[in-house]
């Protein structure tokens, strides 16, 4: 089995307010084949900094209950360790839904790659904050054409 590159992602939510309106959206890409979810995993830190792992599974919170169908194949590769690293970054009063997902749309070009003699030798995520800069100039650009 060929696995496509691994990937994790946190996404805050201030306040504490994570109502799980966002699931559709990652059902979305996962239904289509795009990512497979790894690791799910909900951070808490209250208003005193303390913070708290919140079971996905939790079948009763209404928050998580769009998860449901998501459930099945997660390897769990989080550890513990990077569950509290993570937790540590969290500002106080916020929320963070972890994501670890693959990239299944990859793993095709992965083995294309290999059967070619190919092999990857970087890989670089754009950070937010230049991702927002580059999305304002193209706006301006297209309001000023």
Avoid: C
Wanted: charged share 25%; proline share 3%; aromatic share 6%.
């Amino acid at each position: 089995m060929t696995l496509g590159p691994l990937e994790y992602t946190v996404i805050g939510f201030d306040g504490n307010r994570f109502n799980g309106e966002i699931i559709k959206e990652i059902e979305k890409v996962v239904d289509a084949g795009i990512i497979a979810l790894v690791d799910v995993v909900f951070i808490t830190k209250d208003i005193d900094g303390e913070a708290a792992v919140i079971e996905i599974d939790a079948k009763e919170d209404p928050r998580f209950a769009g998860f449901a169908g998501l459930m099945d194949g997660l390897m769990g590769l989080l550890t513990p360790e990077d569950i509290d690293q993570i937790a540590e970054g969290l500002p106080t009063n916020t929320s963070a839904l972890v994501l670890l997902f693959e990239h299944r749309w990859a793993v095709g070009l992965k083995e294309a790659m290999q059967g070619a003699g190919g092999f990857l030798i970087s890989r670089t995520t754009i950070a937010p904050e230049i991702l927002e800069l580059v999305e304002a100039e193209l706006e301006a650009e297209a309001l000023s054409a």
